[in-house]
Nanobody, 111 residues
Framework: QVQLVESGGGLVQAGASLRLSCAAP????????GSWYRQAPGEKRELVASIGSEGGATYADSVKGRFTISRDNDKRTFDLQMNSLKPEDTATYYC?????WGQGTQVTVSS
């Protein structure tokens, strides 16, 4: 069974940067949309960013201008570059593609 594996989370101070990576070893990666979601304690899971097979990306308003989603078709990874992090970005971040989900990686931003 294919599993997605996220990495790159951690504890940082406000204003810092983190880069999350999601390995998606599926044969149809090149034609698959990939997305990052996040869920804070007591909150619903929300869409953060999404990237299509041609590279077109969309973002939640709360992260526009700070986060950048990208894809590497050779490595079969979806990455999320997060800059100017804020305490409200604290959450567990999940990647998803083709109805598959990773286990999540924790991002904690201290003020």
């Amino acid at each position: 069974q294919v599993q997605l594996v996220e990495s790159g989370g951690g504890l940082v101070q406000a204003g810092a940067s983190l880069r999350l990576s999601c390995a998606a070893p599926i044969s149809i990666f090149r034609i698959s949309r990939g997305s990052w979601y996040r869920q804070a304690p007591g909150e619903k899971r929300e869409l953060v960013a999404s990237i299509g097979s041609e590279g077109g990306a969309t973002y939640a308003d709360s992260v526009k201008g700070r986060f950048t989603i990208s894809r590497d078709n050779d490595k079969r990874t979806f990455d999320l570059q997060m800059n100017s992090l804020k305490p409200e970005d604290t959450a567990t971040y999940y990647c998803t593609t083709r109805n598959m989900w990773g286990q999540g990686t924790q991002v904690t931003v201290s003020s």
